[in-house]
């Protein structure tokens, strides 16, 4: 079975890859992945907030104590708590490269340009393949509007494409007033990719303690239904490649995904879970159901479930909208007679 797809200007035997995140921080981890068939290696995010200590320009100063922030979720690290710092970021980079015959992307998390444009160009120079800009940041000031957070977000991203020839991928918000305008805008600076969704870690309360208290959880396959909605709603429509991020764990999931637009899957709550060999059995399913189904190729099936010829997609989302709520019947309720 054709299993093959394309993203960022590379040729990929199949859709599949880790996501960003602790999997490739390991060479011995990167090579499993590898050997289960991943079609490019996704490393974690570099942070923002690093290079600051490293005295780069960035709106933050690691100076600064982290709990003089009243909005902080959590206390942000030391430098020392960083698996990887600035420097061995770079050098991560060049011993994946030098492990692996599969495309590389680095990841850089942030939220202004500062010092991201200068090591972009590094991690371009370590022999990053891609880029990922993974813009993760929480609006608390009542008096910074909408429209100058997006602005930021484009003006920014418009500015690491002029640093670097690498294609450069975007790891979207689902929190934006207008995601698809947004994801226009994105495209009109020629982003390369746009990744669907970042994951938004939410805090909790411990009532005892009387203490912010904060832990990963696990994505599930109901992160999924707001990518696949948005997916269905970008393809087509903007130039850049679309990835899919969260909620996929099982062949089912990750075909309705590429059935939406998706052109890539990333995991990593799966592969956490299962282990890298999980991406073979993902990949392995996807190949049967499309037998099963007597397509030909992935491609034929890649976008047949977006709303492209939908003449007006906003009225279908509304339909669907009205006859859901009309036609649920919770427990213990009855039909009108």
């Known amino acids: 079975m054709d299993l093959s797809t394309t993203y960022l200007g590379f040729e990929l035997p199949h859709p599949f890859m880790p996501g960003a995140s602790p999997l490739a921080d390991r060479l011995d981890n990167v090579k ?30 690691m100076d600064t104590p982290a709990d003089s922030f009243a909005e902080a979720l959590s206390y942000f690290p030391q430098p020392d708590e960083f698996v990887l710092g600035p420097e061995e970021y770079l050098e991560q980079i060049r011993k994946i490269k030098a492990a692996v015959r599969i495309p590389v992307v680095a990841s850089l998390n942030g939220t202004t340009p500062g010092g991201w444009l200068d090591y972009a160009r590094l ?9 990922e800009l993974n813009v993760y940041y929480l609006a608390t000031d009542p008096n910074v509007t909408g429209v100058a957070l997006e602005d930021r977000t484009i003006r920014m991203v418009e500015a690491v494409k002029k640093a670097v020839t690498i294609p450069v991928a975007v790891k979207l918000s689902p929190y934006y007033s207008s995601v698809a305008n947004m994801a226009k805008h994105l495209d009109n600076v020629s982003a390369d990719g746009l990744i669907l969704f970042n994951r938004f870690y939410q805090p909790d309360i411990d009532v ?21 909605r948005w997916l269905a709603i970008l393809a087509g429509r903007v130039r850049a490649d679309l990835a899919v991020t969260g909620g996929v764990h099982s062949a089912l999931d990750a075909i309705k995904a590429i059935m939406c637009g998706a ?19 993902i990949r392995e399913g996807v190949a049967r159901w499309l037998e099963e189904h ?19 997609p906003s009225a279908f ?19 009108r007679s």
């Not at 992945?33 to 709106?59: K, N, P, W």
């Open 32 to 61: 499993r992945l590898e050997d289960a068939g991943a079609a490019a290696i996704v490393m974690r995010s570099l942070f923002e907030e690093q290079l600051a200590s490293e005295q780069l320009a960035t709106s933050r100063s």
């Open 123 to 131: 991690m371009q120079e370590a022999g990053a393949d891609a880029l």
């Open 208 to 228: 005892e303690e009387l203490e912010v208290t904060s832990d990963i959880n696990l994505s599930h396959s109901g992160a999924l239904l707001l990518r696949l």
């Open 263 to 281: 052109q890539v899957v990333q995991m990593v709550s799966a592969l956490l879970e299962h282990g890298p060999k999980y991406l073979s059995t």
């Open 294 to 312: 007597e397509y030909e190729s992935l491609r034929q099936m890649q976008g047949s479930m977006s709303l492209l010829k939908c003449p007006n």
């Open 317 to 335: 989302e509304r339909a669907n909208y009205a006859h859901i709520l009309q036609t649920w019947q919770g427990a213990g309720a009855s039909r």
